[in-house]
């Protein structure tokens, strides 16, 4: 992953005491991940890694905004976003690796270097609400009158499909007697 780099941690370097981490996160970030959904955006993480016995603890805290677009009128719209990374790093073999373990992320014991690029991403993706819209009147005024034009169109479609065919009403009226 080219530019990348400084989110690279060298486990076997780290001592006892907690060292701390501090990114800057830009346009670039985004675009120097491989298959990330999200492009642009601007946030500030901080944290810390700590080594204890026989494993490390990162923390990290993601605060600042990404770019999405908006759910009612498609333009862009800035999405706050506040992210908190917990995790377990361990050292291990190839075949801890290998194992399905959501809670710890495994390193090579050979390598011993954290990339941490992609967890941040995650966090990031995942506090993305589901739905993220403008505030109430900043949504693009064309395609918000279009959207009421055609959901008025769509309501008054749908009053007409509730008209019954008189003869029914006068089966009805066979069961109230």
């Known amino acids: 992953m080219n530019g990348l780099e400084q989110f690279e941690i ?14 800057e996160l830009d346009d670039s970030f985004f675009a120097a991940l491989d298959d990330a959904q999200l492009k642009s955006g601007s946030l500030h993480v901080s944290g810390s890694i700590r080594k204890a016995s026989g494993f490390y603890e990162l923390h990290l805290s993601t605060t600042g905004t990404v770019s999405v677009p908006c759910d009612r009128c498609l333009d862009m719209m800035d999405q706050p976003i506040e992210a908190d990374l917990m995790a377990t790093v361990k050292l291990g073999s190839r075949e801890a690796l290998t194992t399905d373990d959501d809670d710890v992320i495994w390193v090579d014991e050979r390598d011993g270097m954290l990339d941490i690029a992609w967890p941040i991403y995650e966090s990031i ?53």
């Open 10 to 23: 060298d486990l076997m370097a780290l001592t006892a005491d907690e060292t701390p981490l501090d990114y």
């Open 125 to 177: 993706a995942l506090a993305v609400p589901i739905q993220h819209v403008h505030q109430p009147g900043d949504c693009n005024v064309a395609m918000s009158e279009k959207l009421n034009e055609l959901s008025a169109a769509r309501s008054s479609d749908a009053d007409a499909q509730e008209t019954v065919d008189p003869r029914w009403e006068k089966l009805k009226g066979l069961f109230d007697s």
